[in-house]
């Protein structure tokens, strides 16, 4: 069976600060037409800041989508011709305050595959200095150090709750553990 769609035509619907939303019409595999909504996203990624001593630095933040204070870990969309590794650099100051020695791409997660092309890439960072943070105009973020094992339990409670952070703190404890090898992703 071929599971490839065509697309037919294409409609841009809105255009925001941050995604676009479009509605094609795509042919599948039966020779049916049907209509596919999404939305586009620039990118974006997300770091597990590792801090002297091990603890891992996450985040806290209010989400308005969600109308709660969520635990995270850094990120931010890459901004047009940014590289991966500039937006990482940049996301981390200016969230946390910290600047890091080595960072190391671990994975990439498509978040919401049914109805948005939206990446991330993760990775870690490591031989933190702190320098000062610079968050957006707009963002109020708490910072929240907390020991990998503590991480797991907040995951396992449904304190964290965050995919992405989900994800990330999942892999570090395997990486953290000798479990499993960072391989080059780029």
């Known amino acids: ?5 065509t697309q037919i035509r294409t409609e841009h619907i809105f255009k925001g600060k941050l995604l676009d939303v479009w509605r094609d019409v795509v042919s599948i595999s039966s020779g049916r037409e049907t209509t596919r909504e999404y939305i586009k996203h620039p990118g974006a990624v997300a770091i597990i800041p590792i801090l002297p001593g091990g603890k891992i630095l996450l985040i806290r933040q209010f989400r308005y989508a969600l109308g709660e204070v969520e635990i995270e ?3 931010g969309k890459i901004d047009p011709g940014e590289s991966l590794e500039k937006t990482v650099i940049r996301e981390l100051e200016e969230e946390t ?3 890091a020695g080595k960072i190391t791409q671990i994975g ?5 595959i049914g109805y948005s092309n939206e990446r991330i890439w993760l990775y870690l960072a490591e ?6 943070q610079n968050t957006d105009h707009d963002e109020m973020i708490e910072l929240f150090p907390c020991e990998i094992k503590t991480c797991l339990d907040l995951i396992q409670q449904g304190e964290i709750k965050d995919v992405k952070a989900i994800i990330g703190l999942l892999w570090t404890e395997k990486i953290l553990s000798g479990e499993w090898s960072v391989s080059p992703h780029e």
């Open 127 to 132: 031989e933190l200095k702190r320098t000062s």
């Open 1 to 5: 069976m071929e599971l490839k769609e």
């Open 97 to 99: 305050g910290y600047r």
């Open 73 to 75: 870990i850094p990120a």
């Open 108 to 112: 990439e997660i498509h978040p919401c």
